[in-house]
């Protein structure tokens, strides 16, 4: 656990040279503006730690001799950094006025979320790929490769994906495309992943209690919810929700579950630990081809927050 502490208390310190060799304004949310804070409720705090420890500490993740549980995330922050920035950050860090927000380094505050649909929805581009209104479809129409099929010269290399974004913290959100669809990232998700059940980074910052400080979506009740049925084996009996199971049992098959009954619990459920089973990182990429979908019911309120939980049983009798 000392390890944990010790890497999430640097967590938030880097996201690129460029930023934090000049300035550690990006560092305030999570730590304050004189490092006075635990970051999540649960870093060191850093005001506290000396400048050799913070430059030891750097170094060590960069080597790869220093961090636990969480060190692949800072790896990745701190690998394009050279000495002279890290003993900037140091000292900006333990640098008073340094450290102290102004308004000209302050992070903006985003009110409006960002619709990453929103070009693919543009009414010149949909009316231009739109084959209906044509009099003549050309065969360069037809393809999405949009290029000669007949000559290899005119071909043209596939889009590449582009998943370039700012760091956690650093990001606007995006607006979600249907109701109760689950969030997209929009954060760079470098260091982060793959996740396993022994190592989430992503709770640091979206756990319920953290969230807030954060400024991260927080993770919702239905993924602290157990809603599948309790099964046991005893007597030789299947037994689902306290009922046998079988051709001449309480139970014809499972089948017969309308619902189970939800067990809501204060530790996130293990069947959801893969984050990004279904929160998955964005491109920066163009898409070959418009797309007019719009959700129904799609609230202002309902773009940035979700009703999962209140609409599960929805429908059941």
Do not use: W
């Amino acid at each position: 656990m000392t390890k944990v502490i010790k890497v999430i208390a640097l967590s938030s310190l880097l996201v690129s040279s460029a930023v934090y060799a000049a300035s550690t304004a990006g560092c305030i949310g999570c730590h304050g503006s004189q490092f006075e804070k635990a970051a999540m409720g649960k870093s060191k705090i850093v005001k506290d730690m000396s400048e050799s420890d913070i430059i030891t500490a750097l170094k060590g993740y960069k080597d790869g001799s220093y961090g636990g549980a969480m060190k692949s995330m800072m790896v990745g922050q701190v690998s394009a950094l050279s000495e002279e920035d890290i003993k900037s950050i140091a000292t900006s860090i333990k640098d008073a006025k340094a450290t102290a927000p102004t308004e000209k380094d302050a992070p903006a505050k985003v009110k409006k979320l960002i619709d990453i649909n929103a070009h693919m929805r543009d009414a010149k581009r949909l009316e231009k790929e739109d084959l209906g209104n044509k009099e003549v479809v050309s065969e360069l129409t037809l393809g999405l490769r949009q290029t000669d099929l007949y000559s290899e010269k005119t071909e043209t290399a596939p889009v590449k994906t582009d998943y370039t974004r700012p760091a956690p913290g650093a990001s606007t959100k995006f607006e979600r495309a249907y109701v109760n669809a689950p969030p997209m990232i929009p954060h760079s998700v470098e260091g982060l992943l793959p996740i396993t059940k022994n190592n989430n980074q992503c709770i640091g910052c979206h756990m319920p209690e953290s969230a807030k400080a954060m400024g991260a979506t927080p993770i919702p009740v239905s993924h602290f919810t157990n809603y599948r049925p309790t099964t046991i084996y005893k007597d030789g009996e299947l037994v689902k929700e306290g009922k046998t199971v079988g051709r001449n049992a309480e139970l014809g098959n499972v089948g017969d579950i309308k619902i189970a009954k939800a067990k809501v619990s204060d530790k996130l459920y293990q069947g959801r630990f893969n984050c990004s089973q279904c929160h998955a990182p964005q491109s920066n990429t163009d898409t070959v081809v418009g797309n007019t979908f719009e959700s129904d019911g799609l609230t202002n309120e309902l773009k940035s927050h979700s009703t999962l939980a209140d609409a599960m049983n929805e429908g059941v009798k």
